[in-house]
């Protein structure tokens, strides 16, 4: 018999606070102090490094102060339309944009500057080497670009250690060590890993330990994948 878990509650939404910049204090200043409408801004670097956390931090802030943010994903399907009393639009994952939705985001910022309404978006590699129609990528290149640096080990080890404070957790230097030597070190992977990792401790009353975590992805890798 197993004990269900208790929920310990959402993870804290991105915001200009929780974020650890690193490398990446010029661009959160950037963000933080945008007074709209603004040129475009465009984040990129390697998945993990904070650019989803920051465009979300924009959109919350800007929504705290009583306005609206489009918010498109190269995955949403279309149409992609500017809706009336917007302040903003995002833009993530430009790399995966394929014909139809570069098309969805090219009208997005043509009717976006027409209508004084800001752009934000991101995506894995700088405008100029994305694989994208030549408009949209002058576009995406013309304001504010910003290279974010993944978190080095010792910031990285913080943010998962104030995870574990706010889960009651105290995290064991070996089982720290072990999930950066072992496993991307993407802060989004890591901390998906650690919340699989919590909750298979808590349904088995088990500490936090490697054994434990080679233990939970033995059994996620025999689990059958269902086809229904």
């Not at 939404?13 to 040129?39: I, K, Q, S, W």
């Not at 995870?163 to 957790?169: A, V």
Request: glycine content about 8%; overall charge negative.
């Amino acid at each position: 018999m197993q004990q269900i878990p208790l929920p310990i509650g959402p993870q804290p939404e991105p915001n200009f606070d929780n974020f650890l910049p690193g490398g990446n204090a010029a661009a959160l200043h950037h963000l933080r102090t945008l007074v709209l409408p603004a040129a475009p801004v465009y984040l990129w670097g390697p998945a993990g490094s904070g650019k989803s956390h920051l465009l979300r931090a924009l959109a919350a802030h800007v929504q705290a102060q009583g306005q609206r943010v489009g918010w498109f994903d190269a995955a949403d399907s279309l149409p992609w339309l500017l809706s009336p009393g917007w302040s903003g639009v995002v833009i993530d994952r430009c790399e995966t944009l394929d014909a139809e939705a570069q098309q969805a985001a090219f009208a997005l910022f043509i009717e976006a500057a027409a209508h004084g309404v800001q752009v934000a978006a991101a995506g894995r590699l700088p405008p100029v080497d994305l694989p994208l129609r030549d408009d949209l990528r002058t576009r995406l290149g013309w304001g504010h670009v910003f290279a974010l640096q993944a978190l080095p080990d010792a910031e990285t080890r913080a943010a998962l250690r104030r995870e574990g404070d706010r889960r009651g957790i105290l995290l064991s230097d070996e089982l720290m060590d072990h999930l950066l030597t072992h496993f991307p070190r993407d802060l989004g992977h890591l901390m998906r890993l650690f919340d699989r990792l919590d909750n298979f401790a808590l349904a088995r009353s088990r500490r936090l330990t490697v054994p434990l975590l080679r233990q939970m992805l033995a059994e996620e890798a025999d689990t059958p994948v269902s086809t229904a």
